[in-house]
Antibody, heavy 120, light 107 residues
Framework: EVQLVESGGDLVQPGGSLRLSCAASGFTFSSNWMNWVRQAPGKGLEWVAHISRDGNNKYYVDSVKGRFSISRDNAKNSLYLHMNSLRADDTAVYYC?????????????WGQGTLVTVSS | EIVLTQSPATLSLSPGERATLSCRASQSVDRYIAWYQQKPGQAPRLLICDASNRATGIPARFSGSGSGTDFTLTISSLEPEDFAVYYCQHRYNWPTLFGPGTRVDIK
């Protein structure tokens, strides 16, 4: 059974930093594209970042470029999102999501999400 | 970037009725559209990929169609568990973006 478990969400002050983690199991992690998607309270879904199987290709939504960094450790079956210079509008539930096998067709599996709150 | 619009914003229907949801792209995305369902307090669930291919375990009452810029998600006969928010997403290039969603609620 595929499982994605996010952790690391917290209350952080504006300008602060946070690292989110996603522990993956039930599939060959190193063979799959991975993504972070967020959802602000009461709002729609926003794709945040993507990383290729080997970690060499990374893509970001414009609003987080230069502040967020996606990474992975295939030996630990783990995905990360490093968030710096956090702003109030980064407040959201952050989901880890696995691409379909082969990649690029859809986000097939999702974690339960971890809440990041940016507030003073 | 390619922007997606969804219509209507809200669809009020009764169980057993047919639901037709629209997703329009600001430029052609070929058939690289996925559809998701999200219920309150839950993570989204992939319904359709490549515009018309049902994901694993998705009931046959869900179908997708379209290509280029215009796409449709159809629920042939609404079940009580289908009342939710539905999002489309393009996977044509980066950044991949979601539409704003269509809420299907009980009339």
């Amino acid at each position: 059974e595929v499982q994605l478990v996010e952790s690391g969400g917290d209350l952080v002050q504006p300008g602060g930093s946070l690292r989110l983690s996603c522990a993956a199991s039930g599939f060959t992690f190193s063979s799959n594209w991975m993504n972070w998607v967020r959802q602000a309270p009461g709002k729609g879904l926003e794709w945040v970042a993507h990383i290729s199987r080997d970690g060499n290709n990374k893509y970001y939504v414009d609003s987080v470029k230069g502040r967020f960094s996606i990474s992975r450790d295939n030996a630990k079956n783990s995905l990360y999102l490093h968030m710096n210079s956090l702003r109030a509008d980064d407040t959201a539930v952050y989901y880890c999501a696995k691409d379909t096998n082969g990649g690029g067709r859809g986000l097939e599996y999702w974690g339960q999400g971890t809440l990041v709150t940016v507030s003073s | 970037e390619i922007v997606l619009t969804q219509s209507p914003a809200t669809l009020s229907l009764s169980p057993g009725e047919r639901a037709t949801l629209s997703c329009r792209a600001s430029q052609s995305v070929d058939r690289y559209i996925a559809w998701y369902q999200q219920k309150p307090g839950q993570a989204p669930r992939l319904l359709i990929c490549d515009a018309s291919n049902r994901a694993t375990g998705i009931p046959a009452r869900f179908s997708g169609s379209g290509s280029g810029t215009d796409f449709t998600l159809t629920i042939s006969s609404l079940e009580p568990e289908d009342f939710a928010v539905y999002y489309c997403q393009h996977r044509y290039n980066w950044p991949t973006l979601f539409g704003p969603g269509t809420r299907v609620d009980i009339k």
